[in-house]
């Protein structure tokens, strides 16, 4: 189930990306990038918020490792 929701999201991506992306160069010749800049950083703050809980999950899973 989850193998096939991945590949149906990458499919639509594959198809919505690139018409989004020839909308916004219509608009302007570099607005794609800076869309693509600033949806990089809010990965990239979504990630760091989630920092601490991806250390921990990690953390327990070594020590779940560690002791079986």
Sequence with gaps: KVMGA????QSITRIIG???AAYLYSIG???????????SVVAL????SKYH??????R???????SS
């Design 60 to 66: 327990s899973r070594d020590n779940l490792n560690v």
């Design 18 to 20: 690139p018409l989004l």
């Design 6 to 9: 991945n590949q149906s999201l």
């Design 45 to 48: 703050f979504y990630v760091k």
């Design 29 to 39: 010749f570099a607005l794609p990038y800076i869309v693509c800049a600033l949806l």
């Design 53 to 58: 809980f991806i250390l921990e999950h990690i």
